[in-house]
Nanobody, 124 residues
Framework: QVQLVESGGDSVQAGGSLRLSCAPSGYIYSFACMGWFRQGAGKEREGVAAHNADGSTNYADSVKGRFTISREIAENTLYLQMNNLKPEDTAMYYC??????????????????WGHGTQVTVSS
């Protein structure tokens, strides 16, 4: 069973930055798609960013230009660099992964493996 462990969540003020990390128990290059999702209090889970093993990326409109997803093979880690954070970014952030995907990775629930989440809180 693959395990995904997120870290890096914290409390920051609006305009600040955070970098989330996701370390899988398997080799990171074995996953066709890896992504970040978030769920705020009383809200549905939403896709934030996704990364294909071929290097292509997919971002939600709400984070374009502020968030960057990257997959570092040498470190076997998936990152989410979050800049210019806003209070509406407050949520539990989850890492997800799946094998066997062709094309741009989805921001929907088409993932097999999920982490337990790391909390991001942005105050105004």
């Amino acid at each position: 069973q693959v395990q995904l462990v997120e870290s890096g969540g914290d409390s920051v003020q609006a305009g600040g930055s955070l970098r989330l990390s996701c370390a899988p128990s398997g080799y990171i290059y074995s996953f066709a798609c890896m992504g970040w999702f978030r769920q705020g209090a009383g809200k549905e889970r939403e896709g934030v960013a996704a990364h294909n093993a071929d290097g292509s990326t997919n971002y939600a409109d709400s984070v374009k230009g502020r968030f960057t997803i990257s997959r570092e093979i040498a470190e076997n880690t998936l990152y989410l660099q979050m800049n210019n954070l806003k209070p509406e970014d407050t949520a539990m952030y989850y890492c997800a992964a799946r094998a066997g995907w062709t094309g741009r990775c989805p921001l929907g629930p088409d993932y097999t493996f999920w982490g337990h989440g790391t909390q991001v809180t942005v105050s105004s």
